[in-house]
């Protein structure tokens, strides 16, 4: 099947990968994984791997690097090839296994690497990028890497990868109100003196605008205000699969999934319709977040 911007998986830029994809074809490279030009040993990598895990799906989320040829002519000739796959698997297209990686070593040998946030390589500090790869030149020994590390990710993988958005949507949600009563209480240091030695002199009613205005806003929606500076829903991760849907509450240990549409509770049915249409990222007071395509958070 040929790739297009609708069935692409990758971050990088679309455009750029396309072009890539056809400079190498007029240039008549030889090794391809799909539409995606690569080293012959990538092919080999890959191949071995789906051998063992059928259903992986290769993504294109690293800049190409230059592959040097001759063409007919004796001309040395540049062709823009991916050395690095990201891994992901048909229920969670959004997010990422980890990666494998081909990499040039001296002379004609390469290091099949494997990458991933599971791996733990003590021999770099764990801020280096070495510290989640394992590499081999021995390409089963780097199969055997990938096979342990590299899996179908199950339901907390994806909701700890979309955590930060809950948390971020939140604050979203809470700040409006918080700028709003800040703004409104927030008095001059004259207002408030003129504001005291009134309300000694007599029983209290605002003499200041600013103090009129605050009472105006804590009257008319104070309460939503309130509600709002310190919203904490009860939230509910929601994972949409091609053919099921998974759901748990953030105060509940227990995931439910679902097969049919009809065993969701109606209120989380209800809320996905309206996030469907939301953009990424954006958070509905008393409704949830679209965190992507597949992956929601639902407020109850």
Known sequence: ???????????????????????????????????IPVRKEMVAFFKAFKDKRYNIVPCVDKSSTVFWKRDAEGESIGISIYNTLGITFPDATDFRSGSIIVEPDSGNDVQYCVESKKIENEKYACTSDGYNIRQSKDLKKALKIAMTYLKPLGYDDVLNNCRDKLSNGIENLRSPAREKLHERLSVQRSDMAQEVAHMIACGYVPSTKAFKDAVDLIVNEGAELRRMQDYKPRACFVWVKPNSLSYRFTDETQV????SMNDVPEFVRNKLAVLQIAKNGEAITDVGIRVSDITYWVFA
Do not use: L, P, Y
């Open 1 to 35: 099947m040929k790739t297009t911007q609708e069935n692409f998986i990758g971050t990088v830029r679309f455009d750029s990968f396309q072009r890539n994809v056809e400079t190498a074809r007029t240039n008549n490279h030889e090794h391809w994984i799909g539409d």
């Open 256 to 259: 439910t999934e679902c097969t």
